[in-house]
């Protein structure tokens, strides 16, 4: 079993709906949460981080982390076409240096 | 843009060729660490340096190597290519204090043939 898992949809939705991604994870050590945004042939981008538990703002997306339930999601509102991308999940510990990464959604939003 | 810089963008070798990826930090980082991304999977780690020594390292054979110079500039070494090596190599960068916050360049696409 990875130590954290991704749907890899791919997930369809049309422009204007809030879109829901999650991960689950077995290491009950990682206190470091990220998600990353990857457009095709491209480098990863950060959009959020989050350290431990609880919940993270920043426009229209916001990161979740529920510790309890080793599960984590990131939701955006007023999805735009341009939101069309791979979202990767990545996680990490508090002694750590490695990013343990989900295997990544891939999300088409519609015009 | 995350001011991570990798050159260059895309590689093709044959089977058992040796091959050197660089990576430019972004300015103030002074950790980078290396990953794999094979074609729809995440990325796996490789290696991290700090300080000019590796810091951690993945589950990845000794065939693969890496240096990091005192402008905290990073390569990548991969010796004795294998087709399973084709993929997208990764460089993120970060600060000391918080290696877990990392930035990544735009990728190497290595292509082993």
């Known amino acids: 079993q990875k130590e954290v898992e991704q749907d890899p949809g791919p997930l369809s939705v049309p422009e204007g709906a809030i879109v829901s991604l999650n991960c689950t994870y077995s290491?009950?050590?990682?206190?470091?949460f990220m998600w990353y945004r990857q457009y095709s042939r491209k480098g990863p981008e950060l959009l959020m981080y989050?350290?431990?538990?609880g919940n993270k703002e920043d426009g229209r997306f916001t990161a979740q982390v529920d510790k309890s339930s080793k599960y984590i999601s990131l939701f955006i509102r007023d999805s735009q076409p341009s939101d069309s991308a791979t979202y990767l999940c990545?996680?990490?510990?508090?002694?750590?240096?490695?990013?343990?990464f989900g295997k990544g959604t891939s999300l088409l939003v519609t015009p | 843009e995350t001011g991570v810089t990798q050159s260059p963008t895309h590689l093709i070798k044959t089977r058992g060729q040796q091959v050197t990826l660089r990576c430019s930090s972004q300015?103030?980082?002074?950790?980078v660490s290396w990953y794999q991304q094979a074609l729809g999977q995440g990325p796996q780690f490789i290696f991290q340096?700090?300080?000019?020594?590796?810091?951690g390292r993945g589950n990845f054979p000794p065939r693969f190597s890496g240096l990091q110079f005192p402008n905290y500039s990073s390569e990548l070494n991969v010796n004795a290519l294998e087709l399973d090596d084709s993929a997208l190599y990764l460089c993120?960068?970060?600060?000391?204090?918080?290696?877990?916050?990392?930035?990544f360049g735009a990728g190497t696409r290595l292509s082993v043939l």
């Open positions: 340096y700090y300080r000019e020594e590796e810091n």
């Open positions: 989050t350290y431990s538990s």
């Open positions: 993120a960068s970060s600060l000391g204090l918080d290696r877990n916050i990392q930035y």
């Open positions: 290491n009950s050590a990682f206190q470091y």
């Open positions: 300015s103030g980082h002074n950790t």
């Open positions: 990545a996680m990490s510990s508090n002694s750590g240096y490695a990013l343990n």
